[in-house]
């Protein structure tokens, strides 16, 4: 049976919050508190939604297996890293990756200097081998803990290696030192979002797509860039000059009256789903042309 890659960030999400953590056996399906309903939209977890994702949708109609590995929070420099990490060390048929925005960036969350030199430093400057070892997640875990997923490990809470970071968390008037503490951003973090080059931000994200699109071009695997919002690096690269068809599903929102729901995962119900994948089979007829081929 052939598979599909679903990558990127929250709207990659399957029912029970199942994503990259729980894909790579790092973590169970996240738990959260509060009853979970079809209408709800204050921020709780509706983990006990069940619905299947658009992007199942697609899998079972060709007859294939989806497998998510998306991360929520994400930005395109980490999620895209992930999504090329699967793809050079498992076997997929199908990319489906879901575009990010441009302000989030991802940071480490060492302690001090030495706690750096000694866990970081050494999956920058190699001393064997070349640098696409860095896409091996048997030697290269780091993705097991963040801010956003403090997994446990019998009664121990592991403590975040890396944090996601939003520019739109800070950048904000009504970011008061509580709110702060809300999205658990510390000084180091805010230091380095005010260092961090602005281009660098842009450049990263547009990159990052490009060298997916070129991976996946390169093992015969079938893309498609699914844009989660308006004006973002997908129309970026195509004003470029660089001609990539994506599908900028939030479109579907305006054109039947429904917007994001923040305490779903993948942001969507099934009914919801449902029409985003009616979508999508109208804009990518010969998605299923080609697999009909080659079934």
Partial sequence: MGKVLVAGDSFGEFAGYHN??????????????????????????ANKVN???????????????????????????????????QILTGKYDVCVYFVSHHERTIGCRTLNAKDWTTNVLP????????????????????YKFYKYHYHRNGNEINKPVITHLNTQDVNNERNTELLLNIHEITSD???????KPAYSFIHDSITGVLGLKALCDAKGITTVFASCFSGGVMDAINNMGIHIKHFPFYEVESEHGFDVRHDFPSHYNQKEHDLIYKKFKESYPEFFKLYKQKD
């Fill in 20 to 45: 990259h953590f729980t894909s790579s056996g790092y973590s169970e399906p996240q738990v959260g508190t509060g009853k979970a309903s079809d209408s709800t939209h204050h921020y709780g977890w």
């Fill in 51 to 85: 619905f299947k994702h658009w992007c199942e949708l697609l899998a079972e109609d060709i007859g294939y297996e989806a497998v998510t590995h998306a991360v929520g929070g994400s930005g395109i420099s980490s999620n895209s890293y992930i999504a090329m990490q």
């Fill in 123 to 142: 999956n920058i400057a190699f001393e064997e081998g070349s640098l696409d070892q860095a896409y091996d997640p048997k030697e290269h875990d780091l």
């Fill in 189 to 195: 973090d805010l230091t380095y979002l005010r260092c």
